[in-house]
C-alpha cells in the first residue's frame, strides 16, 4: 500500500530549504559566506575555509574575525561596517588579505543584502562573495604597463623621424642643402629602425606567450654562423670607435638547433653591448662541449649592479641607472631572449662588473634527435 500522504510543516520546508541552498553555495568556486543582521556568520561554502586559509568557521562566529581585509595603503578595513553600509549591492576590487605565511592575495569581494530563508523568518542578511583576483590584477597592471611603455617607446621614435622629415622637406624647399638632407634622413631611418625592431620583439613575445612558436631543428655551422654576426655588427661598432673581437673554439662542430632564436638571442646580446660601451671592445665567443655550444657576448660598458642583474630577465625592467636611460629601449629584449631560450633548452648566465663590463652567455644543446614541435609557453624563473 502507498504511503500515507504527510503534510511538510514550516520547519520541513525550511530544512528542505536550507539543505539545497547548502547544496548551491558549496557548488560554487568563489567563497560565499551568509551572515545575520549582526554579521555574525551563519553560512559558508568550503571555498570559503580556503581564500580566508582557515581549517573551520564557527556558526555565529562575528564576520570580522575571520575576515580582516586590507587597503591598497596596507591599512585594515571594517569589513563589519562596510557590510552593514551594504544597503544594495555592492563591489570592491581593491582589497587584500594577509596571510599568516607572509603572502597575501588580491581580493573581490561582492556584498548583498538579502532575506535569509531559513531561522526566523524574513530575518535581514547580508551574502558575502569572495575571489581571489590576484592573477587577474597582475594581468591588468601587466597589460597597463605594457600600453604605457610601449605607447612612450613608440612616440619618442616617431616623433623624431618625423621631425627629421619634416626638415628635410624644409631644407630641400629654402636652400637645397643635401648634406643637412642625408643627415636628417639618416636620424629619420635610424629611428624608423628601432620601430621595426620594436614591432619584431612585440610580435616574438606575442607568439612566445600563445605557444605559436615553430622550433626549427637545422644543422649551424657555428664558424660561419658568429662570423656572419660579426659582419653585420661591425659597422656599428667601428661607428663607435669601438673594437670587435671573435673567438671560434677549433673544435667546434655542427650545431642542431634553431638558428633563427640563437641569432636573435645574440643579436640581442650584442645589440645591448653596443648600445652600453662607449669604450674599449665587445667579444663574441663560441666554446664547443661534448653535448652543445656555449656563445657569449662580452663588453667593456657600463656594468650591471647586482641589485638589477636580478632583475634583468624581467618583461619591461630597465635600470635606473641614469646611463642606461641615455638609450631608448623597452626592456622586452632580454625577456624575449629569456623565452626564446627556454624553448631551445638553452641556459642563461650573466657575470657583470658596475662601470667594469659585462658578459652575456647561453649555453645551446645540440637537439639533432629532437623532433620540430610547437612549443608551449615556458615557465619563467628568474
Known sequence: MPEPYQVKTHDDISRLEHERLTSLINSMADAVIAVDSNINVVMYNGATLNILDVNTVGVGTPLKDVLQ????NDRPVDISAMVRMASTPLTDRDL????????????YISIAPVRLSYGQQGEAGFVVLLRDITREKSQEEERDEFISVVS?????????????ISNAQYIMEKSRDIESVKM???????????????????ATLSRAERGKLQVEIEPINVVEFVQGLQHDYMDQVRAKGLELHVTLDPHLELLYSSKLYIREILQNFVTNAVKYTERGHIAIEAVASPVGVRFSVSDTGIGISTADQKRVYEKFFRSEDYRTRKSSGTGLGLYVALKLSHLIHGELSLESTLNTGSTFSIFVPSLEHVTPTTQQPAHLHT
Open 152 to 164: 612612450h617607446e613608440l612616440r619618442t621614435p616617431v616623433t623624431i623621424a618625423e621631425g627629421n
Open 69 to 72: 581585509p586590507i587597503d591598497d
Open 96 to 107: 587584500h588579505l594577509h596571510y599568516r605565511d607572509g603572502s597575501d592575495v588580491s581580493l
Open 184 to 202: 636628417a634622413l639618416s636620424e629619420a631611418h635610424k629611428q624608423v629602425l628601432f620601430l621595426a625592431d620594436l614591432i619584431n620583439d612585440l
